[in-house]
T-cell receptor
Framework: NAGVMQNPRHLVRRRGQEARLRCSPM?????VYWYRQLPEEGLKFMVY????????ESGMPKERFSAEFPKEGPSILRIQQVVRGDSAAYFC??????????????FGPGTRLTVL | KNEVEQSPQNLTAQEGEFITINCSYS?????LHWLQQHPGGGIVSLFM???GKKKHGRLIATINIQEKHSSLHITASHPRDSAVYIC?????????????FGQGTTLQVKP
């Protein structure tokens, strides 16, 4: 049973370009969380998605950032018109159950975004 | 003040020593996680606790809900335990499952 997959592992973009980060949850998991770790800072929640629904996006910057988790395929975190301050490690985590249960979240290896 | 505070921030130990990392939180929670992040960045979930104590190999995690405090203990520490240990809580009133993280404790175990 493969773990949480993220790709690419490293992504370099120039200012103004778009970054697309992909996350494939563990098999059978329908809940996906995105977290960001800025250099020298702790992890911060960005967004929580279930299939085809955004449940909580309270941690997402208001502009340029969007996320989706379609019925088929991976979850995508999209950053438009990247700026140097977007350089960070972006982690995806997935869990199995409903919001009524407390589930372990399994983390992917992260995507390290560098904006030149 | 952060909702989740860890201490110490940095810890250096000799191989074989008993290690304790502390986590205090100020919000109501439904669960607390201990995570391990190695250089190179991958994150592994070590424990999820909502009460009491859990043990896995040389690792022990405890939580005191009344005092809003958790500890992670490592017995007979080894250089391969060197990593960043992160405490994270899931809010009790939140039904979204999002985690709030401490700043992490960087542990170095010397041979």
């Amino acid at each position: 049973n493969a773990g949480v997959m993220q790709n690419p592992r490293h992504l370099v973009r120039r200012r103004g370009q778009e970054a697309r980060l992909r996350c494939s949850p563990m098999k059978g998991h329908s809940h996906v969380y995105w977290y960001r770790q800025l250099p020298e800072e702790g992890l911060k929640f960005m967004v929580y998605l279930q299939k085809e629904n955004i449940i909580d996006e309270s941690g997402m910057p208001k502009e340029r950032f969007s996320a989706e988790f379609p019925k088929e395929g991976p979850s995508i975190l999209r950053i438009q018109q990247v700026v140097r301050g977007d350089s960070a490690a972006y982690f995806c985590a997935s869990s199995l159950g409903s919001v009524l249960r407390v589930d372990t979240q399994y983390f992917g290896p992260g995507t390290r975004l560098t904006v030149l | 003040k952060n909702e989740v505070e860890q201490s110490p921030q940095n810890l250096t130990a000799q191989e074989g020593e008993f290690i304790t990392i502390n986590c205090s939180y100020s919000v109501g929670i439904s669960a607390l996680h201990w995570l391990q992040q190695h250089p190179g960045g991958g994150i592994v979930s070590l424990f999820m606790l909502s009460s009491g104590k859990k043990k896995h190999g040389r690792l022990i995690a405890t939580i005191n809900i009344q005092e809003k405090h958790s500890s992670l203990h490592i017995t007979a520490s080894h250089p391969r335990d060197s990593a960043v240990y992160i405490c994270a809580v899931r809010g009790g009133s939140s039904n979204t499952g999002k985690l709030i993280f401490g700043q992490g404790t960087t542990l170095q175990v010397k041979p």
